[in-house]
């Protein structure tokens, strides 16, 4: 008897994540967003989050 898989092969199919920066002065929050879901998001300072060049 052959196993089977069901769902999705690819763990990112059907996202889409996108990022910015919101608000001004002291009070910048870093976004992180998949829109294609309802609640999927998470925030933090900016001053917080890591530089790009640190994730390299």
Known sequence: MAAS???P???NSGCDVVS???GE?????Y???D???D????AMQAD???????WR
Do not use: Q
Request: hydrophobic fraction near 40%.
């Open 5 to 7: 898989e069901s769902g």
């Open 9 to 11: 092969t690819d763990a």
């Open 31 to 33: 976004v992180i967003a």
């Open 20 to 22: 910015s920066v919101d």
């Open 48 to 54: 917080d989050a890591p530089d790009l060049p640190d």
């Open 35 to 37: 829109i294609t879901a």
């Open 39 to 42: 609640g999927a998001w998470l």
């Open 25 to 29: 002065g002291s009070s910048k929050e």
